[in-house]
C-alpha cells in the first residue's frame, strides 16, 4: 500500500541543500510516516547526509552530469522510477523552476494529479488535503486528489522547515540516471544570469519595492539609495518589469518571487493580488501611496499616504541620521 | 528516426493541404526515408528531390486557451457553499490574458512566415466563441470550438485528454502554443499535460519562440535570468507575459474575423467520452486578512517620512 512522502530535492546553483527541502521534509514529518528524499543533479551526493538531519530515513542520490541542468526529459523519466519504487501516498516538491515543470509531467505519467503552489496541508485519513491560493491570491482552494500518489508542489517559505538534528542520519541509496543525451529531446544553447548585486531579495531581511507610481526608471535610483542605507534589496511589482523599467529577476510576486523580509515597503505599488501573493508571510508591510483608498493599505501596518518622492527623501534622510546615532 | 518520419509525413500534408501535388499521400511512407537527405542536399546546394525542396513551408500552429474574464483583481464574489466564484455583474469575459499572448506569439511567428495556418482550439461552453472570435480578429486563421455538456466543470486533466485527442485529429502541426497558467485557477498544468499525452517535448515559461526548420528556439523566464533552449517540432511551448503585448484587433480585422471559420465539435466528433475528473474541489473561500494601519500623519510629505523612519525604529525594524 502507498504509504509515506517522498520529497523530490534539490540543489542550489553553488551546490547546497535548496531551503525549500527542509520546509518540504517538515511538511512530510507532519503528515506522518516516513520521508524518503530524492536528490537529482550533478554533484548533489554532498547533501545527501544533510537532508538525513532534517528528518528524511532515506535519501536517493541521482548524481549525474547529465543532470547538472534541469530538463525535463532527463528529471522526469528517473522521477517516475523512484515514485514507483517507493510507492508514496504524497509526492511533494518546491513550487521552483524545476517543481513547476516536473510535478504536472510526473503527474501525467503517473496517471495522478497534484496541486500546484500549495501553502497549508492536513493529512485526513490517507487523504491529503492541499490548499492553495487562486484567483492570484485573492481566494483560497482546498483541494484533493482522487488517485495515488497524491502530488503537491510548495510554495518557498509557507511552512516551517524541519529541525536540523546531525545526529541523524538517513540510509543513502545512489542509484544512476539511466538517462542519456539521446533521451533529451530539449538542449540549453544558453543560460544568462541577470546580475543581481548587494544582498539577494530571498535573503534580505528588508526589501524596498517599486511600482508603476514611480512614473519611471530613474525613480528606482532614490530606492536603491533608500535599500542601501537600510541593509536591504529593492524589488518590484510586475508593472515596471514588463516596461522595462527594472530587472525581471527583481519581480515579486506571484509570478515572480516570494519574499518572506522582516520589513517590505512598497513604493507606488497598488496592491493587486497577484503582488501581495509574494509577500503573503510578511508581517510588516509599509505602504506609501499618493491614492488614500489603495488597495495595499488593508495589508498594511503603516500607511504614508502622499507623493512618494518627498516621502522617500525624508524618509532616508532620517534613517541616516538614526543610524549614525547609533 | 521517428522524428524524420513526422515530419516528412507533415510535409506531405502540407502538400496536399495546399493544393500543391508535389506529393501525394500514398507516397508519404516512401519519401519518409529521403527527407533528410534531400534536406541535405539542398543544404548542399545540390539538385536533389525538387518537389519536396520547392514546398513552402507550411506550419499549423495550436493555440489553446480557455475563456477568462480578467477578474483577477478584486471584481469578484466567492460563493462558498456552491464552490465558484461569480464575476461582478457587467464583467465582460475576455481571454486569459495569458493565451492572447499565446496568440500574439503565434502570430509573430507568421509574420515571418507567412503560410503559418493558426488554429485556435478551445474547450469550453458558448461564452468561449467570443473569445476564440477575438483571436481570429487579432490574426488566427480558424478556430475549432469543443462545447460538449458531458465535459462541463471538467478538471485540468479531463481539459487536457480531450484537448489533445482533439489535436491529434487536427495533426499535422507543428507547434501547440498554451498560456503558462489560466488567471483564474493558476496551475500551469494543461500544456505540460498535453505534450506528455502527445509524447512530444515541452519547453514552459516563454518570453521568446522562434520556429525554424523543424526546431523550436525558445527563450524561457528563469527566476534569476533567462534560457534559450531548442526542441524539434512537433512541441508545446508555454508562454509568459514577458513575451509582450498582444496586438489588438483593428475594425477592418474584426470584421473579417465574422467570416473565419469556428468549427463547432462535441466529444463525438472528436471520438472520445469524458475523461475522469481527478482531483476535487473541497472547498474555496476568501481568506481573511486582519491587519490594523497606522496611518503616518504629517504638514509634509518630507515630515510623513521622517515620522515613518521614527516609527520603525521605535518598532526595531530598522
Ligand atoms: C496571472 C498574473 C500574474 C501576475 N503576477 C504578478 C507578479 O508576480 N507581481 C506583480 O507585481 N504583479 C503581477 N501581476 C500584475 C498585477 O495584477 C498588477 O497589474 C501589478 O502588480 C500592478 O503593478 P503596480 O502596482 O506597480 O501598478 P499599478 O497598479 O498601476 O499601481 C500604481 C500605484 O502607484 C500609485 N501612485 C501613482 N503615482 C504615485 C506617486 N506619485 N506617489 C505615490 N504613489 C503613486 C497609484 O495610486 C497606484 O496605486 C500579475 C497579473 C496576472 C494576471
Ligand atoms: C475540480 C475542478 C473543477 C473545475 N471546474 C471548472 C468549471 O466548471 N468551469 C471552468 O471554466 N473551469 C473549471 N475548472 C478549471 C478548468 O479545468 C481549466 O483547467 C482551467 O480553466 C485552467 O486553469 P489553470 O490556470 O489552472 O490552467 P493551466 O493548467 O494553467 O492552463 C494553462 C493554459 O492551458 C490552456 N487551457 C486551459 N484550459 C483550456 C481550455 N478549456 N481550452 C483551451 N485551452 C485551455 C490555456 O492555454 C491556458 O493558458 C475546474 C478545475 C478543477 C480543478
Known amino acids: 500500500m502507498a504509504s509515506g512522502t517522498l520529497v523530490i530535492g ?12 527542509p520546509e518540504l521534509i517538515g511538511i512530510g514529518s507532519r503528515l506522518g510516516g516516513p520521508v524518503t528524499v530524492a536528490l537529482l543533479g550533478s554533484g548533489v551526493e554532498g547533501v545527501a547526509q544533510e537532508a538525513g538531519a532534517f528528518g528524511a530515513s532515506k535519501v536517493f542520490v541521482i548524481d549525474d552530469a547529465i543532470l547538472k541542468d534541469y530538463q525535463g526529459d532527463s528529471y522526469v523519466p528517473i522521477a517516475e522510477r523512484i515514485a514507483k519504487e517507493v510507492n508514496p501516498a504524497v509526492i511533494l516538491m518546491g513550487q521552483t523552476m524545476m517543481g513547476r515543470d516536473l510535478a504536472p509531467r510526473l503527474a501525467q505519467r503517473l496517471g495522478t494529479a497534484v496541486a500546484m503552489d ?20 485573492s481566494a483560497r482552494a482546498r483541494y484533493t486528489i ?163 518622492k518627498e516621502i522617500v527623501s525624508g524618509f532616508t534622510e532620517k534613517v541616516r541620521q538614526l543610524k549614525a546615532s547609533g | ?75 469578484f464574489r466567492v460563493d462558498e457553499a456552491a464552490k465558484k466564484v461569480l464575476p461582478a455583474p457587467g464583467i465582460q469575459p475576455v481571454p486569459s490574458q495569458f493565451d492572447t499572448i499565446g496568440v500574439e506569439a503565434a502570430l509573430r511567428i507568421k509574420d515571418k512566415q507567412p503560410d503559418t495556418v493558426i488554429t485556435v482550439l478551445s474547450l469550453g461552453p458558448d461564452s468561449f466563441r467570443d473569445t476564440i472570435k477575438h483571436c481570429l480578429a487579432m490574426g488566427a486563421d480558424e478556430g475549432v470550438h469543443i462545447n460538449d455538456p458531458a465535459v462541463n466543470g471538467a478538471d485540468h486533466w479531463a481539459t487536457a485528454e480531450v484537448l489533445a485527442a ?98 463547432p465539435w462535441t466529444l463525438g466528433d472528436i471520438g472520445i467520452s469524458a475523461p475522469e475528473k481527478r482531483i476535487t474541489l473541497e472547498a474555496l473561500f476568501v481568506p481573511e486578512t486582519k491587519v490594523e494601519t497606522e496611518f503616518i500623519e504629517g504638514d509634509t510629505p518630507q515630515e510623513k517620512g521622517e515620522k515613518l523612519a521614527t516609527r520603525l525604529r521605535e518598532a526595531k525594524l530598522i
Open chain 1, 10 to 21: 534539490e540543489s542550489t546553483e553553488d551546490g547546497k541543500l535548496n531551503p525549500v527541502v
Open chain 1, 146 to 308: 482522487n488517485g495515488m500518489p497524491q502530488i503537491a508542489t510548495v510554495r518557498a517559505k509557507a511552512q516551517e522547515p524541519a529541525e536540523r538534528d546531525d545526529s541523524r542520519e538517513a540510509e543513502v541509496v545512489k542509484q544512476p540516471a539511466g538517462v542519456g543525451e539521446g533521451d533529451v529531446r530539449t538542449r540549453i544553447v544558453e543560460r544568462r544570469k541577470e546580475k543581481a548585486e548587494g544582498v539577494r531579495l530571498e535573503d534580505a531581511k528588508v526589501v524596498v519595492s517599486g511600482g508603476r507610481g514611480l512614473g519611471g526608471p530613474e525613480g528606482f535610483k532614490p530606492l536603491e539609495e533608500m535599500a542601501d542605507v537600510l541593509g536591504g534589496a529593492v524589488g518590484a511589482s510586475r508593472a515596471v518589469c514588463d516596461l522595462g523599467w527594472y530587472p525581471v529577476a527583481n519581480q515579486v510576486g506571484l509570478t515572480g518571487k516570494v519574499v518572506t523580509p522582516d520589513l517590505y515597503i512598497a513604493v507606488g505599488i497598488s496592491g493587486a493580488s497577484q503582488h501581495m501573493a509574494g509577500i503573503s508571510s510578511v508581517k510588516n508591510i509599509v505602504a506609501i501611496n499618493k491614492d488614500p483608498d489603495a488597495s495595499i493599505f488593508k495589508s498594511s501596518r503603516w500607511a504614508v499616504v502622499g507623493d512618494w
Open chain 1, 118 to 137: 500549495c501553502v497549508n496541508f492536513e493529512m485526513q485519513g490517507d487523504k491529503l488535503i492541499a490548499e492553495r491560493p487562486c484567483y492570484g491570491g
Open chain 2, 1 to 75: 528516426m521517428k522524428t524524420a518520419h513526422s515530419c516528412c509525413c507533415r510535409a506531405a500534408f502540407d502538400a496536399l493541404r495546399s493544393g500543391r501535388n508535389g506529393v501525394s499521400s500514398q507516397d508519404c511512407g516512401k519519401i519518409s526515408g529521403c527527407y533528410t537527405t534531400a534536406r541535405d542536399e539542398t543544404r548542399a546546394g545540390g539538385a536533389g528531390n525538387g518537389d519536396l525542396r520547392d514546398q513552402p513551408h507550411r506550419s499549423s500552429l495550436l493555440i489553446v486557451f480557455p475563456d477568462q474574464g480578467d477578474r483577477s483583481c478584486s471584481q
Open chain 2, 166 to 263: 482533439a489535436i491529434k485529429k487536427l495533426e499535422p502541426f507543428d507547434l501547440i502554443i498554451a498560456g503558462r497558467q489560466a488567471v483564474d485557477w493558476d496551475m500551469g498544468i494543461v500544456g505540460s499535460t498535453i505534450a506528455e499525452i502527445l509524447g512530444i517535448p515541452v519547453v514552459t515559461i516563454a518570453k521568446d519562440i522562434q520556429h525554424n526548420d523543424g526546431r523550436v528556439t525558445v527563450e524561457r523566464v528563469l527566476l534569476d535570468g533567462f534560457e534559450t533552449v531548442e526542441a524539434p517540432t512537433p512541441a508545446v511551448v508555454t508562454v509568459s507575459n514577458e513575451l509582450g503585448e498582444p496586438r489588438y484587433p483593428q475594425l477592418r480585422q474584426i470584421m473579417m474575423a465574422a467570416k473565419k471559420e469556428v468549427k
